[in-house]
């Protein structure tokens, strides 16, 4: 059974910076695509970025240019840097595969944004 456990989310103002990150207990991880996700209140969840196994990235529209998501294959980790944060980024986040597997969602992390 694969595990995926995020941490450190947070409340921060506007502007402010947060760094999630993901471990993953899945000896495949290597190879795997991986994601990572957002749900706000109200609303669907929503691809936020991906990143290959070959740390190829791709980025929702509104986090270009304001997070960075990255991998690290030996600690079976993904984080994602979060920058220039705004209300509107409110939300729990979770990693999962890309595309994610129904059986892979974990607790996830809030973030929130507000002064």
């Known amino acids: 059974q694969v595990q995926l456990v995020e941490s450190g989310g947070g409340l921060v103002q506007p502007g402010g910076s947060l760094r999630l990150s993901c471990a993953v207990s899945d000896t495949k991880f290597a190879i795997d695509t991986m994601g990572w996700y957002r749900q706000a209140p109200g609303k669907q969840r929503e691809l936020v970025a991906f990143?290959?196994?070959?740390?190829?990235?791709n980025y929702a529209h509104f986090a270009q240019g304001r997070f960075t998501i990255s991998r690290d294959n030996a600690k079976n980790t993904i984080d994602l840097q979060l920058d220039s944060l705004k209300p509107e980024d409110t939300a729990v986040y979770y990693c999962n595969s890309y595309p994610p597997h129904p059986n892979y969602w974990g607790q996830g992390t809030q973030v929130t944004v507000s002064s």
């Open positions: 990143i290959t196994s070959l740390h190829r990235t």
